[in-house]
């Protein structure tokens, strides 16, 4: 209920302003990345205790703010939602497991620099499974990829960061504690608009950080294909 709650706070701020403007100001980019900001510190502090996840997105965010501004201070804005299925597994020197079928789904916004390119950020819910041995495992995560948007209509192209802050774990022989509170990820993707508002298309995930927390257990990272529709609800 907490996700749905922070999610739905801040669809609810941009539905307010796209009803306003169709052009997206310094200080209208200032108030939703605020918001942003807002909802997942609420989430990290209910799911993960951890300053240091909190201070990176603050930087992160006020980063976004100034490049915004430098870039476009009229840029145009989009969003809606997107889910679909992911296929991840987890590699590490001693262990590759079989990746399980499973969903996420949540919200994304593009920010329009011009006809080709946009910054998008997104938040989503992150459900993962897998095995191996008798190994099984499942993760939960609030995933927040900011990604560039390059569109060679009708064909999109993303490449950047996917950050995700750990809500729960279920796994055999190990806890919650055994794994770190974010995964830092590099993706990669391209989509299709099949309708005006309607894209299809897939992503690559690749982990960048060892998520393990276990002295034992070392250099674990995801490895996650994702297939997803995208509904673009406001915005062109």
Known sequence: MAV????????????????????L???????????????IKGLIYLYIDTFTIYSFMKTSLIF???????????????GGIK??????????????????????GGIFVAYD?????????????????GN???????????????????????????AGGHFGFLLNVDATLVEKEDFKGIAVSGT???????????????RYVHGLSDISNNVYIK???FRMWEVYIAWRIFGK
């Open 83 to 104: 889910g679909g299925a992911n296929f991840a597994r987890l590699e590490s020197d001693f262990l590759t497991t079989d990746s399980e079928t499973s969903f996420y």
């Open 132 to 158: 191996e041995n008798g190994f099984d495992y499942s993760f939960d995560y609030i995933a927040v990829p900011l990604v560039l948007k390059v569109k060679f209509s009708p064909v999109n192209i993303y």
């Open 219 to 221: 250099d674990v990272k």
């Open 4 to 23: 749905i709650r922070c999610l739905a706070s801040l669809w609810r701020a941009i539905i307010q302003f796209e009803k306003k403007s169709e052009r």
């Open 113 to 129: 620099i011009n006809e080709r390119f946009a910054i998008q950020p997104e938040a989503y819910y992150l459900h993962q499974e």
């Open 188 to 202: 990669l993707g391209a989509g299709v608009d099949i309708l005006p508002v309607l894209e299809a298309g897939g």
């Open 25 to 39: 100001s310094f200080g209208m980019a200032f108030f939703l990345l605020q918001t942003l900001q807002d909802a």
């Open 64 to 78: 976004i703010v100034f490049l915004l501004a430098a870039l476009s201070v009229n840029a145009q804005f989009s």
